[in-house]
Nanobody, 117 residues
Framework: VQLQASGGGSVQAGGSLRLSCAAS????????IGWFRQAPGKEREPVAT????????WYADFVKGRFSLSKDNSQNTVYLQMNSLSPEDTAVYYC???????????WGKGTLVTVSS
């Protein structure tokens, strides 16, 4: 099982980035793919999730209207489009896969997003 997150970088406030999470080794139709973030000195928090089957999504209040999820079934990849970024969005962003029923959760390595004012 592998979750490869990419797309992080440095942007100025108001800018945009698109993160990618490429998954392999999973029966994705039975998983929810989520993005989490951890800012310096803070706990990891959920940002957004998407159910691979059906595509239903959830967003944390602090990203609603700014971030959006999409997926490419042919590439087994989930995208997190992040717009109107602010310095408060600076964090390491992680993608994870959780089964729809109880089971092991998988984490990818993080990708750093830095937003300067």
């Amino acid at each position: 099982v592998q979750l490869q997150a990419s797309g992080g970088g440095s942007v100025q406030a108001g800018g945009s980035l698109r993160l990618s999470c490429a998954a392999s080794g999973l029966a994705l139709s039975t998983y929810v793919i989520g993005w989490f973030r951890q800012a310096p000195g803070k706990e990891r928090e959920p940002v957004a999730t998407i159910a691979w089957s059906g595509g239903s999504t959830w967003y944390a209040d602090f990203v609603k209207g700014r971030f959006s999820l999409s997926k490419d079934n042919s590439q087994n990849t989930v995208y997190l489009q992040m717009n109107s970024l602010s310095p408060e969005d600076t964090a390491v962003y992680y993608c994870a896969a959780a089964p729809l029923v109880d089971g092991k959760k998988y984490w990818g390595k993080g990708t750093l997003v830095t937003v300067s004012s």
